[in-house]
């Protein structure tokens, strides 16, 4: 018989492009929430381009049931940033909740 015991753990959140090269990361303890970190990690974002600055902001994003929540869509809709988030469990049923994301 083995005993497990728990302890504390970091959590890496990585955003990628969509051919999965990094284009922000952020470090955080294990133990905290995923959606705490979103805005850092979206401040730490840097779309290259062919010539010029980084963007700043991506056209699209694509996240786990963590990321939906409804102040993370608003940051996506104030920012005009398109969003494919599945719908959290415990949410997903409710009168004037708008689809995030299709299925497929």
Same mark, same amino acid.
């Given at each position: 018989?083995?005993?497990?015991?728990?302890?504390?753990?970091?959590?890496?959140?990585?955003?990628?492009?969509? #051919?999965?090269?990094?284009? %922000?990361?952020?470090?955080?303890?294990?133990?905290?929430?995923?959606?705490?970190? =979103? *805005? !850092?990690?979206?401040?730490?974002?840097?779309?290259?381009?062919?010539?010029?600055?980084?963007?700043? #902001?991506?056209?699209?994003? %694509?996240?786990?049931?963590?990321?939906?929540?409804?102040?993370?869509?608003?940051? =996506? *809709? !104030?920012?005009?940033?398109?969003?494919?988030?599945?719908?959290?469990?415990?949410?997903?049923?409710?009168?004037?909740?708008?689809?995030?994301?299709?299925?497929?």
């Amino acid at each position: 018989m083995s005993v497990l015991r728990g302890g504390f753990s970091t959590k890496i959140h990585l955003l990628t492009d969509r #051919r999965g090269l990094p284009l %922000a990361t952020v470090l955080s303890p294990g133990q905290r929430h995923e959606s705490a970190f =979103f *805005s !850092d990690l979206m401040d730490e974002v840097s779309v290259p381009r062919s010539r010029g600055r980084p963007r700043k #902001r991506p056209e699209a994003v %694509a996240g786990d049931r963590a990321y939906d929540a409804t102040w993370i869509q608003r940051w =996506f *809709s !104030d920012r005009g940033i398109k969003s494919a988030i599945p719908a959290r469990k415990d949410l997903r049923e409710g009168p004037g909740r708008p689809p995030t994301c299709d299925k497929q």
